[in-house]
Nanobody, 121 residues
Framework: QVQLVESGGGLVQSGGSLRLACAAS????????MGWYRQAPGKQRELVAR???????NYADSVKGRFIISRDSARNTVYLQMNSLKPEDTAVYYC???????????????WGQGTQVTVSS
């Protein structure tokens, strides 16, 4: 089955950087949008950044200028480079992808299991 596996989370000091990666695997025909969301304790899940198959991006206002989303379509992988991290960036980060499976003609939304990012002050 299709799976999204995230990596790269961890503990970092304020002002530091982390790079998240999310690899999609399984019977994939094509991938439309890919993105990153986050959920902090007691808060709703929110969009961090998304990237289309054509490379167009959009970001939450809170991360603009600090985070960069990119993708490697050949590897079905999306990345999130996080710079100038702040304590308020602490959350579980989830990968999301809109995937068309082999032998189907419609896309399905998939989520990764989440990776913890903790920024200490």
């Amino acid at each position: 089955q299709v799976q999204l596996v995230e990596s790269g989370g961890g503990l970092v000091q304020s002002g530091g950087s982390l790079r998240l990666a999310c690899a999609a695997s399984g019977p994939i025909s094509s991938i439309n949008d890919m993105g990153w969301y986050r959920q902090a304790p007691g808060k709703q899940r929110e969009l961090v950044a998304r990237i289309t198959s054509g490379g167009n991006t959009n970001y939450a206002d809170s991360v603009k200028g600090r985070f960069i989303i990119s993708r490697d379509s050949a590897r079905n992988t999306v990345y999130l480079q996080m710079n100038s991290l702040k304590p308020e960036d602490t959350a579980v980060y989830y990968c999301n992808a809109d995937i068309v499976r082999v032998l189907t003609d419609r896309s399905v939304d998939y989520w990764g299991q989440g990776t913890q990012v903790t920024v200490s002050s």
